[in-house]
């Protein structure tokens, strides 16, 4: 039973040949083993713990935290890792930004927090290009073999974002302002190499007013603030020249109609098809009762039949 008085250097240059083969989990045994061991290397191999369960479960911010907090205290000089190298402070600066990164886009909520959200997104973009620059993601690459996305690609990727998430917050109020955030989302989008064409197309729809045709009030903002209700715009109807006539979409299938008179309009239909829906379903139900009755009605006669023919 050689392998019970392997040396706790031993231990650990055989973990690094498993992280290598990507057994990470024979790797995480070694590395454990190495510790209890007290052997030398046993700070590097908390390290490399915390880089497998980074690796393993790489959308836990916790993880990227808990490597970082390792990087710093034992500052190692160059880690490698696999095929990848890295400077351990500099990639405990990356972890940094990543476990905000998570954080912040699972955070959602109303319009005040989404602008605060909106903001940290484009103060996160810009300390990508800060931190990282050029250089190229070093835990896209540790998890995702992935070495193309840099710092600064990440960081307008991220500002990007941020003002996505800036005009979703301001659309109710203010859709113009908002179509401003979406024209600066849509510029890092293309610096990015993204076609930014979702962007753009809300641009055009923030952008556009129409007047309703229940109330007769302008408002700006499509599918926001007015939208398109089916309709049947006639011919005849078609050629006036009043401006209202011209607030339709191009196929004369609908009309605009403002989002307060829409709304009025949607949820009197649904009380009145709710009231139609519960009447049906109450008819159902006596009408049900009443056969149920009727069958016992039945039965108790076929009974007291059989009785008397015995
Ligand atoms: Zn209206």
Not at 63 to 88: H, I
Not at 136 to 147: F, S
Not at 173 to 187: F, G, H, V
Not at 255 to 262: F, K
Request: net charge neutral; glycine share 6%.
């Amino acid at each position: 039973m050689a392998f019970l008085f392997k040396s706790g250097d031993e231990l650990f240059d055989e973990a690094v040949n498993h992280i290598n083969l990507k057994e990470y989990v024979k790797a995480r045994a070694d590395f454990s083993k190495c510790i209890e061991k007290g052997a030398s290397k046993s700070s590097l191999a908390s390290i490399y713990i915390s880089i497998i369960a980074m690796v393993q479960n790489p959308e836990n911010p916790n993880n990227y935290k808990a490597l970082a907090n390792n990087l710093r205290s034992v500052n190692p000089g160059m880690v490698e890792f696999g095929l990848t190298q890295v400077d351990g402070m500099r990639l405990a600066d990356e972890c940094d930004l990543v476990a905000q990164r998570i954080i912040l886009m699972s955070t959602n909520g109303n319009a005040a927090v989404r602008e605060k959200k909106g903001k940290d997104l484009i103060q996160l973009g810009l300390q990508y290009q800060i931190k990282i620059g050029k250089d190229t993601l070093k835990t896209d690459e540790l998890i995702y073999g992935d070495t193309a996305m840099s710092g600064i690609k990440e960081s307008l990727s991220i500002q990007a974002l941020g003002y996505e998430t800036l005009a979703s917050s301001a659309v109710l109020t203010d859709p113009k302002q908002a179509a401003e955030y979406l024209q600066n989302a849509y510029n890092y989008r293309r610096q990015a190499g993204d076609d930014g064409s979702h962007d753009k197309q809300l641009i055009e729809s923030y952008s556009k007013s129409a007047k309703c045709w229940i109330c007769g009030r302008t408002t700006t903002g499509e599918g926001i603030h007015f939208l398109a209700m089916s309709s049947e715009i006639t011919p005849f109807m078609r050629n006036g020249q009043d401006d209202l006539l011209k607030s339709a979409p191009a196929n004369f299938e609908a009309v605009y109609v403002c989002r307060p008179c829409y709304s009025a309009i949607s949820r009197r239909s649904d009380a009145i098809s709710r009231k139609y829906y519960d009447d049906a379903i109450r008819d159902l139900r006596a009408t049900e009762a009443r056969l149920q009755m009727e069958i016992a009605e039945v039965r108790a006669h076929a009974s007291s039949m059989a009785i008397r023919m015995r």
